[in-house]
């Protein structure tokens, strides 16, 4: 691994939510990019299809653990946009099947999208547990772009 894991568990000794970030990545060997001191983001390249995915930091637990979301869409809401019951209901069956994350709508600057979320406690988490999460959440909100025939995020 490219850090140890007191730099990687460091983010409470003067480390940044993006630099724990960066670091976490790094030891995954993900390259980042920097959207916002809360947000970050992983892209990918799916046989030439792209895909992002959002980090960002949610906030503590009541024991200081800090935890954050992955984030990948699928779809932009438009304002005030609200899915159908059958489309929840579909969405609803297929949470039940994901190893990582579930279906939900997430807000992103100013924008809604529906997508699929996970989280993870920083101070616990691995790189190879960060990369698991980033590209799963990424694959299934692709997966669904796919069948909505578009390739936007």
């Given at each position: 691994m490219g850090l140890e894991?007191?730099?990687?568990?460091?983010?409470?000794?003067?480390?940044?939510?993006t630099q724990f970030i960066q670091g976490v990545a790094a030891a995954a060997k993900l390259n980042v990019q920097v959207k916002s001191p809360e947000l970050?983001?992983?892209p990918w390249d799916f046989e030439g299809r792209g895909q992002n995915t959002f980090v960002?930091?949610?906030?503590?637990?009541?024991?200081?653990?800090r935890i954050i979301s992955f984030f990948s869409p699928a779809l932009k809401l438009a304002a005030g946009q609200e899915l159908g019951q059958k489309t929840c209901n579909e969405l609803l069956r297929?949470?039940?099947?994901l190893a990582h994350g579930a279906w939900g709508i997430v807000r992103i600057e100013?924008?809604?999208?529906l997508g699929v979320v996970d989280t993870q406690t920083a101070q616990t988490m691995e790189p190879t547990e960060f990369y698991a999460s980033a590209i799963?959440?990424?694959k299934v909100a692709d997966d669904m772009e796919k069948q909505l025939g578009t390739d936007v995020f």
């Open positions: 894991r007191e730099q990687v568990q460091g983010q409470g000794a003067g480390v940044t939510f970050v983001v992983v960002r930091f949610m906030g503590e637990t009541g024991n200081g653990d297929k949470n039940a099947a100013s924008d809604d999208y799963a959440v990424a």
